[in-house]
């Protein structure tokens, strides 16, 4: 089991959040503060089934993927099957970052490279086959399929730089993460 200790990230948003509840005290006091942290607790509640869903899939995958199965198709030396493996995992994978990112961080600790993690994230961002149906709908067909020609060679080619750039860090930045 891992310890928990704060990091930038954590006393950041903590230093934030008690910024904003002082402002919501000077506008409106304690009734302001505690609407804010109602409304807080409600959005925690609704996320917690999806956030607990998608943190076991994270584990579940670490637990059944051998970390030399993920590096042998995953890894730095995966190169373009590695690449293009994850863009089209990313493009597939529904849900939004509360989904992705638990994954995107089991992959990190199973053995991807960085290219590949970026392929990732970028294909998902730029490609998510779960969002067409709203664009079409809401964009329209032509809107839809100029974004998709103009974002398609993105992901692969922000993995592939990202890997050439600083693939070596990726021992570092594992290290980080834990």
């Known amino acids: 089991m891992r310890k928990w200790k704060p990091d930038w ?10 910024v904003l509840a002082f402002v919501a005290w000077r506008q409106g006091g304690l009734k302001k503060v ?3 942290l109602a409304g807080g ?16 899939l994270a584990g579940l995958v670490q637990a059944l993927v051998s970390r030399e199965v993920v590096e042998q198709w995953l890894g730095s030396s995966s190169g373009w099957r590695g690449i293009l493996l994850a863009c089209l995992g990313g493009a597939l994978i529904p849900g939004g970052p509360y989904v992705y990112y ?21 294909a998902k961002n730029l490609w998510s086959v779960s969002r067409l149906p709203y664009e079409f709908a809401f964009l329209g067909t032509h809107l839809t399929l100029i974004r998709y020609g103009l974002t ?18 990726i021992g570092r930045i594992r290290e980080a993460v834990q």
């Open 9 to 18: 990230t954590t006393l950041t948003l903590a230093g934030v959040a008690l």
């Open 34 to 36: 505690l609407d804010g």
């Open 41 to 56: 607790g409600q959005t925690l509640l609704s996320v917690v089934p999806l956030l607990l869903a998608a943190f076991l």
């Open 102 to 122: 638990p994954i995107a961080g089991a992959m990190l600790q199973s053995g991807a490279g960085l290219g590949v993690l970026m392929a990732f994230v970028t």
């Open 152 to 169: 398609l060679v993105i992901p692969p080619l922000a993995g592939l730089l990202i890997e050439a750039l600083f693939g070596g860090a």
